[in-house]
């Protein structure tokens, strides 16, 4: 047998092995929420674990209606020499945001996998939880769901857009290229929440020296410009649509939450 063949042939045992583990290794998924009791618009956290090890990947979180699915994908099975690659050697927790929500009664289910799907998952959990109403009355709107996250238009491949949301703020940056190709980088700040999905500011222009010249302190050679105004739409927890102007030509795009 040459070094090719003992290669597949291992690889052939270990897929064995793996097949035999992972069937032993589904077990139900210990899951907490903090608030136990959630309002509207409070921050809300999920607790997994404990698992196998993580991915560097992040796991995904979709949601459909009032379901909330977390698909967390794993590294690898850890071993010790001289037994199946099934025997787990370290466990960890993992956190993930899912709010604020909206008031409601909210059906979250957990699962972990090596492939990243949810069959057949190495553990897996459920759990339900209810959003009371906000306790303070509020002139202006937070918004209704925790809408940081990159964003995208997958068939529009060459931009995209980081959104970072924290209480009833929104702070937003993406990266286009002009008409000769050259990379440029807006943000989309100043503005304020005109409904629970609906944020309206200022897009602004920044240019500078390279990265290499950056000095501290040395802010004279950074230039900051209003290049128009925009508005998100949030159509959904994971649909969206970006209008307005820049730098003034009008635009409308559709995004969807970009998933890894």
Not at 41 to 46: K, N, Y
Not at 101 to 107: F, R
Not at 193 to 211: C, D, E, R
């Amino acid at each position: 047998m040459n070094t090719s063949d003992g290669k597949w042939v291992g690889q052939i045992i270990l897929a064995g092995w793996l097949s035999i583990g992972l069937s032993g290794l589904t077990h139900a998924q210990s899951i907490t929420v903090a608030p136990a009791s959630p309002r509207a618009h409070e921050r809300i956290v999920l607790r997994a674990g404990p698992i196998v090890p993580l991915d560097d990947k992040a796991g995904t979180v979709t949601m459909d209606g009032n379901k909330i699915t977390i698909v967390q994908p794993v590294a690898r099975l850890l071993g010790v020499p001289g037994t199946p690659p099934y025997v787990i050697s370290d466990y960890n927790y993992k956190t993930y945001v899912l709010g604020p929500l909206p008031q409601g009664v909210y059906d979250i289910e957990y699962f972990s996998a090596v492939s990243g799907s949810t069959s057949p998952p190495l553990s897996s959990g459920s759990t339900r939880i209810t959003v009371a109403a906000a306790t303070v009355n509020r002139a202006v709107p937070y918004p209704l769901y925790d809408y940081s996250d990159l964003w995208w238009n997958e068939m529009e491949a060459g931009w995209g857009m980081s959104i970072h949301t924290k209480n009833d703020k929104l702070f937003a940056a993406w990266f286009v290229y002009d008409a000769v190709g050259k990379p440029n980088w807006y943000t989309f700040q100043a503005g304020s929440w005109t409904a629970g999905n609906v944020y309206s500011g200022l897009v602004v222009k920044t240019t500078g020296p390279v990265h290499g010249g950056i000095t501290t302190g040395n802010g004279t050679t950074v230039l900051i410009a209003q290049a128009g105004t925009a508005t998100l739409t949030f159509n959904s927890y994971d649909k969206a649509t970006f209008a307005g102007t820049v730098d003034g030509l009008p635009f409308n795009k559709a995004l969807t939450r970009q998933l890894f």
